[in-house]
């Protein structure tokens, strides 16, 4: 019997090298993702889903799409610290919209409302991104992301 390995790992590159590298020594390579079904269809069919490792962060964050009257120069990046475990980036994309998405770490959430939105930006460390999206156009909903951890 075929020696089995679940990888899961959103960074294709880094997953193909090691399914390349796993498939060489012999081994059964599922290498689906995060969201991989494998294990519930090896406990399905009565067979132990394999074991874990578990790798978290605690990374939460939100982000939208908005636009400005008057286009910034710059790209905006306000880094998480140890004891300000929040930060926010702000950089342009296609059609003169501007992706912004805050993010917090061990318990602090970005929240995804309009309102929250705009308010935890102004508890950043520097009160420039916050600035910014007050003057800013929102053109997407607000879009959360709690779960982030690797499997």
């Known amino acids: 019997m075929?020696?089995?390995i679940l990888?899961?790992?959103d960074?294709?590159?880094l997953t193909l090298i090691l399914r390349y590298n796993l498939e060489s020594e012999g081994y059964a390579v599922d290498a689906s993702g995060r969201g991989s079904r494998t294990p519930r269809w090896l406990e399905a069919l009565g067979l132990p889903a394999p074991a874990e490792d578990i790798v978290d962060a605690q990374l939460a964050y939100a982000t939208r799409m908005v636009r400005f009257a008057d286009e910034p120069a710059d790209a905006v990046l306000l880094q998480a610290r140890p004891r300000l475990r929040r930060g926010g980036a702000m950089m342009p994309v296609e059609g003169g919209r501007w992706l912004v998405t805050l993010?917090?770490?061990?318990?602090?959430?970005?929240?995804?409302d309009e309102e929250a939105f705009l308010d935890y930006a102004a508890t950043l460390a520097h009160?420039?991104?916050?600035?910014m999206l007050k003057a800013a156009e929102p053109v997407s909903p607000v879009y959360g992301f709690l779960e982030t951890s690797n499997r």
């Open 103 to 112: 993010q917090g770490y061990v318990g602090i959430r970005a929240l995804t």
């Open 11 to 13: 960074e294709e590159p």
């Open 7 to 9: 990888i899961v790992e």
């Open 127 to 131: 009160p420039h991104l916050h600035r």
């Open 2 to 4: 075929t020696a089995r």
